[in-house]
T-cell receptor
Framework: AQKITQTQPGMFVQEKEAVTLDCTYD???????LFWYKQPSSGEMIFLIY??????QNATEGRYSLNFQKARKSANLVISASQLGDSAMYFC???????????????FGRGTQLTVWP | DSGVTQTPKHLITATGQRVTLRCSPR?????VYWYQQSLDQGLQFLIH???????AKGNILERFSAQQFPDLHSELNLSSLELGDSALYFC??????????FGPGTRLLVL
């Protein structure tokens, strides 16, 4: 089974609007971490936001917030006030065994291509 | 700039050849991870090193090998290259159990 599922291959949003990128995950480990990365056309992977499975509150980083619904196993990324520079591929990722584990590897989804139009 | 450096940025080579990709982690990070990104496979974890020791292996082919040196930089060696090895290879580093920060990647094209 896929560890990370991103069902939206592409999303379009108008500048200054908010957009939600979906991510669902699958794990039996009670301890895990969820990440979002941005990959512009230049290719680099830019870390955006992190949510730990034991975190009580949703993570926020500037215009990015993570809508964490543990029971639904979803970790959607919300980008508020979209900008043209937000156009990129966005990847959701999970790391299992957060507390004291040395595993550390990330499982990635297939990504969502976000296009922001003026 | 993530603080992780990778060289070279681009590499073009022929089938059957061997190449070495180099990664320098962020200052103080002991963990180095290698990932491969291709159109058909997406982002795949290859291998993880922590302070010079191999910690986990993913979908790494036997033709591929890696190591982490005492100064913590890492090298990924790809040998007997095939057309299907063409991909973007990322190195990431993290402090223990921390966020992984990615380097700019090495684009490998095998002709």
């Amino acid at each position: 089974a896929q560890k990370i599922t991103q069902t939206q291959p592409g999303m379009f949003v108008q500048e200054k609007e908010a957009v939600t990128l979906d991510c669902t995950y699958d794990t039996s480990d009670p301890s895990y971490g969820l990440f979002w990365y941005k990959q512009p056309s230049s290719g680099e992977m830019i870390f955006l936001i992190y949510q730990g499975s034991y975190d009580q509150q949703n993570a926020t980083e500037g215009r990015y917030s993570l809508n964490f619904q543990k029971a639904r196993k979803s970790a959607n990324l919300v980008i508020s006030a979209s900008q043209l520079g937000d156009s990129a591929m966005y990847f959701c990722a999970m790391r299992e065994g957060e507390r004291g584990s040395t595993l550390g590897r990330l499982y990635f989804g297939r990504g969502t291509q976000l296009t922001v139009w003026p | 700039d993530s603080g992780v450096t990778q060289t070279p940025k681009h590499l073009i080579t022929a089938t059957g050849q061997r190449v070495t990709l180099r990664c320098s982690p962020r200052s103080g990070d002991l963990s180095v991870y290698w990932y491969q990104q291709s159109l058909d496979q997406g982002l795949q974890f290859l291998i993880h090193y922590y302070n010079g020791e191999e910690r986990a292996k993913g979908n790494i082919l036997e033709r591929f090998s890696a190591q982490q040196f005492p100064d913590l930089h890492s090298e990924l060696n790809l040998s007997s290259l095939e057309l299907g090895d063409s991909a973007l290879y990322f190195c990431a580093s993290s402090p223990q159990a921390g966020t992984q920060y990615f380097g700019p990647g090495t684009r490998l094209l095998v002709l």
